[in-house]
C-alpha cells in the first residue's frame, strides 16, 4: 500500500519522495515507529484531539526505540543510526502538538508552530533543529532523551493540573 505524502509534510530529512511503502495491517504504535507524521497526514485518527488515550503509547514506542538505539550508539554504530532518529524526532514533534491538543498542519512553518504552544520545554525550536541536522550524532540522541523526557513530565504536570 502507498501513502502520498501531503505537500507541506515533504521535507528533508523525513520525506525525499512523494510517496512512501506502507504495510495495510499495522498496529498504532507499528504505524508511529515506521512512518513520519502518519496520523496527521492522512486524519485516520486524530490523537490531538484525545492525547490522553494517544500519547502514552506513543511514549512506550519512544522507550522501545531507545532501548534499541543506545547499544548502537555506545558501539559507535552512528551510520546504522540515522533512520531511526529521524523517524524518532518526528515521533517528538507529534507528542509536543499532540499534549497541547493541536493538530500538526504542516512542518514548512514548524518554528512559528512551536512559538504558539503553551506547553513546551525550554529551546525547542532550537534543539529540534540541533537533532535533525546531525541526526547520526551521540550528542543528537542525548539532546532526543532529554526533550522526550521534559515532554513527558509536561505532559504528566498538565494532567494533574487538569484534575485540580
Known amino acids: 500500500m502507498q501513502l502520498t505524502?501531503?505537500?507541506?509534510?515533504k521535507i528533508s530529512p523525513f520525506y525525499e519522495s512523494d510517496t512512501v511503502e506502507i504495510k495495510?495491517?499495522?498496529?498504532?504504535?507499528?504505524?508511529?515507529?515506521s512512518v513520519c507524521f502518519y496520523y496527521d497526514i492522512t486524519k485516520e485518527c486524530y490523537p490531538w484531539k484525545e492525547p490522553e488515550a494517544y500519547l502514552?503509547?506513543?511514549?512506550?514506542?519512544?522507550?522501545?526505540?531507545?532501548?534499541?538505539?543506545?547499544?548502537?550508539?555506545?558501539?559507535?554504530?552512528?551510520?546504522?543510526?540515522?533512520?531511526?532518529?529521524?523517524?524518532m524526532t518526528a515521533l517528538c514533534i507529534d507528542a509536543l502538538f499532540w499534549m497541547n491538543k493541536k493538530e500538526?498542519?504542516?512542518?514548512?512553518d514548524l518554528a512559528?508552530?512551536?512559538?504558539?504552544?503553551?506547553?513546551k520545554p525550554?529551546?525547542?525550536?532550537?534543539?529540534?533543529?540541533?537533532i535533525l541536522t546531525k541526526p547520526n550524532s551521540y550528542h543528537?540522541?542525548?539532546?532526543?532523551?532529554?526533550?522526550?523526557?521534559?515532554?513527558?513530565?509536561?505532559?504528566?504536570?498538565?494532567?494533574?493540573?487538569?484534575r485540580k
Do not use: H
Not at 104 to 108: A, S
Not at 112 to 119: E, F, K, R, V
Not at 122 to 130: C, Q, S, V
Open 56 to 87: 502514552p503509547p506513543l511514549f512506550s514506542v519512544w522507550k522501545e526505540a531507545e532501548k534499541e538505539l543506545m547499544p548502537l550508539f555506545r558501539s559507535r554504530k552512528t551510520m546504522q543510526v540515522t533512520s531511526n532518529m529521524i523517524r
Open 112 to 119: 512559528t508552530q512551536t512559538d504558539s504552544l503553551a506547553l
Open 24 to 33: 495495510a495491517e499495522q498496529s498504532y504504535g507499528e504505524r508511529l515507529r
Open 140 to 162: 543528537s540522541f542525548t539532546q532526543l532523551r532529554m526533550l522526550m523526557q521534559e515532554i513527558e513530565k509536561c505532559y504528566a504536570r498538565s494532567k494533574l493540573i487538569q
Open 122 to 130: 525550554a529551546n525547542i525550536k532550537e534543539r529540534l533543529m540541533f
Open 104 to 108: 500538526l498542519i504542516e512542518l514548512n
Open 5 to 9: 505524502i501531503r505537500e507541506g509534510f
